[in-house]
């Protein structure tokens, strides 16, 4: 029985699968497309992550679509509220029908010969795998583990008499009312757990190896509440959007010209927010400059009240093992708790974890090239989607999706069915890179060698700066002689 054939496949059916379906929709009409998702439902990270408090760490105005404006008040969303734009997405633009849910990409094999991906499917209910076929592939999936997140083996945990969790995992029927708390990790997931479990427990304690820098932003954008009183939603989602995009940009640059000065900044807001007698030094100055790990923001200063308040702790140590009621620190002091939850981060995973093989050969992308941040060196008819580290996601979501889109229309328009990232003679002995730089977060480390590499010059970059992105991205013509155009269609009679 003959494969069924689709134009194009997207793999995932989050932020970024429903992002691309819609602008693969309105500039490639005449496209058939298929969304696999390996879940029963859509969302992505936004329905997985169930976690008290759950919510972004951008504004909504750049995590946002360009297309469909945030009408919220609220800038920095909840996880139920992203989930509800993205559904709501997909269900305005009829993109629900194209979505084939429990079917996960094992494999992806290119045939040269006839420009086409096979790709092996595995369908979670039944465990069967089927197969479709298509010409360009969009990887949409994501870059962690769904199934499991990070946890370093603490010495002595199984002795732990309370209860273990993971955020990624968090057990839906967990009542934490008067308990004691310790939460493991100091980056997003606990600075956003701390405020809201401290809502309801008995105490919470951050326990963190080192700190991180933690900037409070305006939960409610005050100029957009502001405009939208004379003005249309689109305009203000517009006005807004590029203000917030300047901010981000600005702040970033600013980091890498200026790190004391922002580092001196950040923390006195700390300072302010938790009042002259609080130990900044030992609690809130990483020994890193701002952005060589991502920085936290968090909304209204809502965590910094919860210490003040004395219904959270911040401890900063080095766990020398878990006991029977808690965890004990090198220093030899004793914190109990009734739960612990190791916010230790996730498990980066390259594609989806699909094994990929071009004419029988298995593909390495530790081996290749990235070209623009988008596609792979020698990887004909794929391109992926991975969001910015130092911005908004979304932000690289929608550069990515119009660029695939002007690549299959030109491939269209010159009847040809492959285009592949080749290295010039001139590229083939040039210094290479690590596929993110300057960024020292242990999830990135991890995993970094099996990625592929970035070059000494362009097209061989992934810049992780969105201005630099639009301008070669939305100017710089398709057919630059690096992208190879190949496998002219048969004309029939």
Same mark, same amino acid.
Request: with cysteine; net charge positive.
């Given at each position: 029985?003959?494969? =069924? ?6 793999? !995932? ?30 969302? !992505? ?28 008040? &609220?800038?920095?969303?909840?996880? %139920? ?47 069967? %795998? ?17 199934? %499991? ?46 405020? =809201? ?37 689109? /305009? ?74 004395? &219904? ?20 030899? =002091? &004793? ?24 004419? !029988? ?40 999706? =119009? ?51 970035? !070059?000494?010059?362009?097209? /061989? ?33």
């Amino acid at each position: 029985m003959d494969s =069924e054939f689709f134009d194009v496949v997207i793999v !995932g059916a989050g932020l970024s699968g429903i992002g691309a379906a819609w602008h693969l929709q309105h500039k490639c009409p005449s496209k058939r497309y298929l969304i696999l998702e390996s879940r029963d439902t859509m969302g !992505g990270t936004w329905d997985l992550f169930r976690y008290p408090g759950i919510r972004s760490d951008s504004d909504m105005f750049t995590l946002g679509y360009k297309f469909k404006p945030w009408n919220s008040n &609220n800038a920095m969303a909840d996880g %139920t509220s992203i989930l509800n734009y993205v559904k709501e997405t997909a269900t305005e633009n009829d993109i629900i029908k194209n979505i084939r849910y429990g079917n996960r990409l094992i494999s992806a094999s290119w045939s040269s010969e006839k420009a086409i991906w096979t790709l092996t499917i595995k369908c979670q209910q039944t465990k069967t %795998t089927t197969e479709v076929q298509c010409q360009f592939l969009l990887m949409c999936a994501g870059y962690y583990r769904y199934d %499991t997140g990070y946890s370093p083996e603490f010495k002595g945990q199984d002795r732990f008499h309370g209860t273990l969790i993971h955020p990624q995992h968090w057990p839906e029927s967990l009542d934490y009312s008067n308990k004691k708390i310790i939460v493991i990790g100091s980056g997003a997931t606990a600075i956003t757990l701390v405020p =809201e479990l401290a809502k309801k427990a008995r105490h919470v304690t951050m326990l963190q190896r080192s700190p991180s820098y933690i900037l409070s932003l305006p939960a409610k954008d005050k100029i957009a509440s502001i405009l939208r009183k004379v003005l249309p939603q689109k /305009w203000v989602y517009f006005i807004i959007r590029k203000k917030n995009i300047a901010r981000q940009q600005y702040l970033y640059r600013l980091t890498r010209t200026h790190p004391e000065k922002i580092k001196s900044y950040i923390s006195k807001m700390a300072q302010k927010a938790l009042g002259q007698n609080y130990d900044i030094n030992t609690h809130f100055s990483p020994s890193y400059s701002p952005w060589d790990q991502r920085l936290c923001f968090i909304p209204n200063n809502d965590f910094f009240k919860s210490i003040k308040s004395s &219904n959270a702790t911040v401890l900063t140590g080095q766990i020398d093992c878990f006991t029977e009621t808690g965890i004990q620190l090198q220093s030899g =002091e &004793n914190i109990e708790a009734d739960i612990i939850v190791t916010a230790t981060g996730f498990n980066l995973e390259i594609l989806g974890g699909t094994q990929f093989s071009k004419d !029988g050969n298995s593909i390495d992308f530790a081996k290749t090239y990235t070209y623009k941040g988008i596609m792979y060196s020698s990887v004909p008819n794929m391109a992926s989607i991975f969001g910015y580290i130092n911005a908004s996601w979304t932000l690289h979501v929608d550069l990515i999706a =119009e660029y695939v889109c002007k690549l299959i229309n030109h491939m269209d328009s010159t009847e040809t069915q492959q285009c592949t990232p080749q290295l010039r003679e001139v590229d083939k002995n040039m210094s290479t890179r690590p596929w993110i730089e300057e960024f020292s977060s242990g999830y990135i480390q991890r995993a970094i060698h099996l990625f592929p590499k970035q !070059g000494s010059h362009e097209p /061989w970059l992934n810049t992780q700066d969105y201005n630099k992105d639009k301008e070669s991205l939305k100017t710089s013509p398709i057919d630059d002689g690096i992208l190879i155009f190949s496998n002219k269609k048969e004309v029939t009679e």
